[in-house]
């Protein structure tokens, strides 16, 4: 097949990742903008959006000769608006061409232009790239993630891919999905066509399961306590009598609980999910849970010819509702890709770790973290009452410093205010921290912080905390 060559002012159709071809028009690049290392590749402007990105030389083709195939294989409401805009412009081209001949008329005059909008990783503004006036419609191809990236730095095998933008190079083993997104950001996810089964509907689950709806996804839902499904059959779901009755009727399956014990039993147990497993069934276990259960797991899956993949996820109920968790999953491959968008309804980024137990590994060294993290500032915001100093300055101080963060300042402020309606239950974190602790008794390598942390919050558990929130363990200092 001879190579096309394309140049500035070509019209083409630009393809990322595993994303639509769009159609778009070389142009030139700000002089200011380095073009990516590695591939070759030009500076495309996406028509419908007005968004920019650099596209590889082999994800171009010419509009023309392939539009027809295209529209065929393409379809949303938004698609089709990007096909006339580029229609309306090859007319606009062609009136100008007839005018020029013997007119001039229109000689000196310019079009005013836009500003370039080029948003940056962690731009929070998207308003740009839509239409406030549009809804969202459930065939939209996703565009958004045609975006530009200003990242020279290869990709990476632990590399996140986020909701506004990456240019994902498909050949360097790069293990982040191709783009997560969040409802919050953005409300037209193209569902998959399978059967969706979600089991355990807590302050996790809850929000998934919402997002997963609100997306399009057809969904079976179960949870030990059945009257928790009721609102969600309201919203469209379906509802599953046993967990193995929604692993049969299902191609994917999710679980969300809250420990080991609960997720062994919800695929060991009587009416269990592997019963209703069979080959080709998808088993995908979101909660956080220490390695060996996971290994376990997977082995018991993988042996009735299902599909195992771990996913456990980082936030916080608030989170799990605004669909901007972080997703970290391991295991099979395929199922992460299968799960696609399903992780774009429930969270902002995802990252795929490898084998299974990863995952899990990761996950909890996170909550190691965040749990001690919470620990030292409820020490501290409770040392200075004790040495008479304001408690809401030593939070304005600490929310101007390098620690600033939502989180801080969020559970400070529940902590003054005297409110740890649960966010992410203070029991969880200290299982997770124990979990770690063992990881790490398992790897002989200390944990000291973790450990320390973790007794504080065993205090607090005894003062009757378990099911308030984690930033409760402020608790533990003043009793």
């Not at 608030?318 to 491959?333: E, T, Y």
């Amino acid at each position: 097949m001879a190579t096309v060559h394309l140049r500035i002012g070509d019209l083409v159709w630009g393809k990322l990742g595993r994303y639509p071809p769009w159609p778009g028009k070389i142009v030139s690049p700000p002089k200011d903008l380095k073009k990516p290392r590695g591939k070759k590749c030009h500076f495309v402007k996406f028509f419908g959006t007005e968004d920019h990105a650099w596209i590889k030389v082999e994800q171009l083709k010419p509009y023309h000769a392939h539009k027809e195939e295209m529209i065929k294989i393409n379809k949303g409401k938004r698609f089709q608006q990007a096909v006339d805009a580029v229609e309306d412009f090859l007319k606009k081209a062609k009136g100008k061409e007839q005018n020029s001949d013997g007119k001039g008329d229109l000689k000196g005059k310019k079009t005013p232009s836009k500003p370039l909008k080029i948003l940056e990783e962690d731009d929070e503004d998207l308003s740009a790239l839509k239409d406030p006036s549009e809804k969202p419609v459930k065939d939209d191809p996703h565009f958004h993630h045609f975006l530009l990236s200003q990242s020279e730095k290869p990709a990476s095998s632990m590399e996140p891919i986020s909701k506004r933008l990456k240019i994902i190079e498909e050949d360097t083993g790069s293990t982040s999905i191709q783009a997560a997104d969040s409802t919050a950001i953005n409300g037209s996810i193209t569902p998959t066509d399978k059967r969706i089964g979600f089991l355990g509907l807590g302050l996790m689950g809850s929000g998934i399961v919402s997002n997963l709806l609100k997306m399009g996804h057809v969904v079976t839902v179960w949870n030990r306590t059945a009257e928790k499904c009721d609102l969600f059959i309201q919203e469209g779901a379906r509802l599953g009598r046993t967990p193995a009755e929604v692993a049969s009727m299902c191609d994917i399956t999710f679980s969300c609980v809250s420990d080991p014990k609960a997720a062994r039993d919800l695929v060991l147990g009587p009416s269990g999910v592997l019963q209703g497993i069979r080959p080709g069934k998808c088993y995908i276990e979101m909660s956080t849970v220490d390695p060996e259960t996971i290994t376990e797991l997977s082995q018991v899956i993988t042996s009735r010819g299902g599909r195992f993949l771990e996913a456990p996820v980082a936030g916080s109920q608030q989170l799990s509702n605004d669909g901007m968790l972080v997703i970290l999953a391991a295991g099979d491959r395929t199922v992460y890709e299968d799960c696609s968008s399903c992780f774009q309804a429930m969270g902002k980024t995802s990252f795929f770790l490898g084998e299974a137990g990863n995952a899990a590994r990761m996950m909890l060294i996170l909550n190691m973290v965040q749990g001690s993290f919470m620990a030292t500032v409820a020490e501290g915001l409770t040392l200075a009452q004790a040495t008479g100093q304001s408690q809401q300055t030593f939070l304005d101080i600490l929310c101007q410093g390098q620690m600033a963060s939502t989180f801080v300042d969020q559970k400070c402020q529940n902590i003054l205010q005297g409110n740890f309606k649960p966010d992410y239950y203070l029991k969880h974190i200290q299982k997770d921290l124990r979990l770690a602790i063992s990881m790490g008794d398992m790897a002989n390598h200390p944990t000291p912080m973790a450990a320390a942390a973790n007794e504080v919050y065993k205090r607090a558990k005894a003062l009757d905390q378990s099911d308030n929130d984690i930033s409760a363990v402020y608790r533990a200092y003043i009793h």
